[in-house]
């Protein structure tokens, strides 16, 4: 166990020096002094130390390839800070007036022009916190939009098995029955399934693409016409967009609405539960229904542009206290400005790449369910090595763990579609020579899972602590330390 910070204080102790004050001492009225207040006395140097040394327990994308299939976790440029920390974008507050924020409020304008153009739709909205905020989102337009057509009977909401969790939960919490679709052999959502659940019941159908097998749906084009003719609409969960910037737009497939997160393609950085941000992009169905404020621009008297708040006519409302995680716009806005869009097809042309990359060096070795098929940015393994029974997916996360990386996503595609599945995403940001080192790890652990199935089982060696409860972990968490006597 890595000791607390109060197990290095020794009494007396002092990390600063305090200046003499300047002002005259004055009195403290008693009862809000406390008799005794804890408190570590440290040196400076234990203190950075001590700090520094937690901040490298964890594994992160700053210290090592992190292909967390579905997460995008991919390297977040130093330019994206720069720009955040700029004072006039840092030290504004959401309550001034908007004569005095019209150039925070013309990056958002321009950040809700580039998402229109990169998804193919014509109007988005920046407030929702993240991706499953903007699904429900989408999600409360579609029911907005029958509802305003006075078509009342529309309570079902289709979801391919292959579907991140959050789907069918936002599905449910906007008050949808979810129909659950089966996939194909090929991975793609079964064309049967869908035609004999298609009827004036159906609020629309909720699909990822490529979705979380990693696979191009191959008939997305007809899924979202006969979703259309049966009167229903169709959302995309954007999740996966970084297989598809500058080369496929899903406004133009047929998708009505989807999500975006910017903290997976735009490189905003996530995880631990940071900041994460879900703008939805919509066509002209839905743009009326747009969650508001949203930044429009029109010419002031005497003729200069002026950005102004605006709330769409049939909007569902607000979804969230003022206007969005802004620092994340602008790290976002600063990505697609610093990329241009050549430079964001080569991002998903990259992403592709490297994942084909991984899967044709792993695919003797590992079994990938669709593996007949090239993957789009994310490929999906079975975490199971022939002649090595007893060793599950976990195993070989653990172990990857003491090679010095991340572990991919874990039993995900749900074990009754890839039973001990391993969705590796390894990103465009990965080198050559970085893919190689994981891809030989990946051979190395399958080697040891037959000689010696010991290592992987008790796997991490490496780490400070072994295997850890982690539903636990993230439902009951610990965010305080209890001070020893
Ligand atoms: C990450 C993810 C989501 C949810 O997005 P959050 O930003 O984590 O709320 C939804 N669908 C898919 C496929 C995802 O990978």
């Given at each position: 166990m890595e000791p607390l910070i109060f197990d290095l204080s020794v009494p007396g102790r002092k990390g600063i020096h305090l200046p003499e004050p300047d002002v005259p001492l004055a009195d403290m009225p008693g009862e809000l002094l406390r008799d005794s207040l804890p408190l570590p006395e440290v040196s400076q140097v234990d203190v950075t130390r001590h700090f520094t040394r937690l901040s490298q327990l964890n594994m992160a994308v700053d210290t090592t390839m992190y292909p967390l299939g579905s997460c995008t976790m991919k390297y977040n440029p130093r330019v994206n800070e720069d720009a955040a920390r700029l004072t006039g974008f840092a030290a504004i507050h959401p309550l001034q007036d908007e004569r005095t924020v019209q150039g925070a409020m013309y990056l958002m304008h321009e950040l809700q022009k580039y998402l229109a153009e990169i998804a193919g739709m014509s109007a988005v909205s920046l407030q929702p916190a993240a991706g499953a905020q903007g699904e429900f989102t989408g999600i409360l337009m579609m029911r907005a939009y029958h509802a305003d057509r006075g078509d009342h009977k529309r309570t079902k909401m289709l979801i391919p098995d292959s579907a991140h969790g959050t789907n069918p939960a936002s599905s449910a919490m906007a008050?949808?029955?979810v129909v659950e679709l089966p996939s194909d052999k090929r991975g793609n959502v079964d064309l049967n399934a869908l035609k004999a659940n298609l009827d004036d019941t159906v609020c629309g159908l909720m699909i990822t693409n490529p979705n979380t097998f990693g696979m191009f749906e191959e008939h997305i084009e007809e899924v979202c016409q006969l979703v259309h003719e049966a009167g229903g609409l169709v959302y995309g969960d954007g999740a996966n967009m970084n297989a598809l910037l500058g080369i496929v737009k899903p406004g133009e497939i047929g998708f009505d609405v989807i999500h975006y997160n910017l903290h997976k393609t735009f490189s905003?950085?996530?995880?631990?539960?940071?900041?994460?941000?879900?703008?939805?992009?919509?066509?002209?169905?839905?743009?009326?229904?747009?969650?508001?404020?949203?930044?429009?621009?029109?010419?002031?008297?005497?003729?200069?542009?002026?950005?102004?708040?605006?709330?769409?006519p049939k909007s569902i409302g607000r979804m969230r206290a003022f206007h969005g995680n802004f620092g994340m716009l602008i790290r976002a806005y600063t990505y697609i400005c610093v990329h241009g869009e050549a430079g964001l097809r080569a991002v998903s042309q990259h992403a592709v790449l490297n994942a084909n990359y991984v899967q044709a060096r792993l695919k003797?070795?590992?079994?990938?369910?669709?593996?007949?098929?090239?993957?789009?940015?994310?490929?999906?393994?079975?975490g199971k090595v022939e002649g090595a029974p007893e060793v599950v997916a976990l195993d070989i996360s653990k172990r990857l763990m003491d090679y010095g990386f991340h572990p991919p996503t874990n039993y995900f595609p749900l074990p009754k579609l890839v039973p001990e599945a391993?969705?590796?995403?390894?990103?465009?940001t990965e080198s050559k020579e970085t893919l190689d080192r994981f891809c030989d790890a990946m051979l190395r652990i399958a080697e040891e899972a037959r000689s010696h199935p010991e290592w992987l089982k008790e796997a991490p060696h490496t780490a400070p602590l072994k295997r850890l409860d982690e539903v636990k972990a993230a439902r009951e968490l610990v965010l305080c330390c209890t001070i020893r006597d």
């Open positions: 008050g949808l029955t905003t950085p996530h995880g631990g539960g940071g900041p994460g941000s879900g703008p939805v992009a919509v066509n002209d169905k839905l743009k009326d229904f747009l969650p508001g404020p949203i930044v429009r621009v029109r010419e002031s008297e005497d003729g200069e542009a002026l950005c102004e708040w605006y709330t769409p003797g070795v590992y079994h990938f369910p669709h593996g007949e098929r090239f993957c789009m940015h994310e490929t999906c393994a079975q391993l969705l590796i995403e390894p990103t465009e």
